[in-house]
Every structure is written in C-alpha cells, then in structure tokens.
C-alpha cells in the first residue's frame, strides 16, 4: 500500500505534497521527530491536509504530480480551513 499525502503547515501557511509506503513515520519525519531531518522540518509542526491510498508506487506517484500542478494546488488550497476572525473585545 503506497500514500499519496498532503501536508499543511499552519505558522508559514505552505503546503507540502509527497508519496510513501509508510505515511505514519514519513509525518515523523517531516516534523522532526527521527534521526533524520529534511527541510520539511524548519516548517513545523505539520498536519496531514489530504491523503489517498494506491496499490502500486506508481499510482501514488502519478496522483503525487497531478496534486503539484496548479489544478492540484488549488484543490489543496480549497481544503484550508479559513482563519478564524479575531475575538472583539470589549
């Protein structure tokens, strides 16, 4: 089983898209938390936005570049939450 994910970093509001065959540790990876750092992990921490499962790396891959062209991102950008108005105060 093969992921294709997306990851939305809230305090610099970027949207990161990659592929594994291990979703739950490749997170890890991405927010720091193994032995390996990548450059994910200045962005930190990291939430999953979207994820789809393939049979094959191959599938994963093809929806991996279909999600970084601009129909992709604008897709990924529709599932962000809006920003919550700030509270009035009195």
């Given at each position: 089983?093969?992921?294709?994910?997306?990851?939305?970093?809230?305090?610099?509001?970027?949207v990161?898209?990659?592929?594994?065959?291990?979703?739950?540790?490749?997170?890890?990876q991405?927010?720091?938390?193994?032995?390996?750092?990548?450059?994910?992990?200045?962005?930190?921490?990291?939430?999953?936005?979207?994820?789809?499962?393939?049979?094959?790396?191959?599938?994963?891959?093809?929806?991996?570049?279909?999600?970084?062209?601009?129909?992709?991102?604008?897709?990924?950008?529709?599932?962000?939450?809006?920003?919550?108005?700030?509270?009035?105060?009195?």
């Open positions: 089983m093969y992921w294709t994910y997306a990851l939305y970093s809230k305090s610099c509001d970027v990161y898209v990659g592929q594994t065959d291990d979703l739950e540790k490749r997170i890890q991405h927010n720091g938390l193994t032995k390996f750092k990548f450059w994910t992990h200045r962005h930190k921490p990291w939430e999953i936005l979207h994820s789809e499962t393939f049979e094959t790396r191959k599938e994963a891959l093809i929806r991996e570049r279909q999600l970084k062209s601009g129909q992709g991102r604008k897709f990924l950008r529709s599932l962000i939450p809006p920003p919550k108005p700030p509270e009035a105060t009195i």
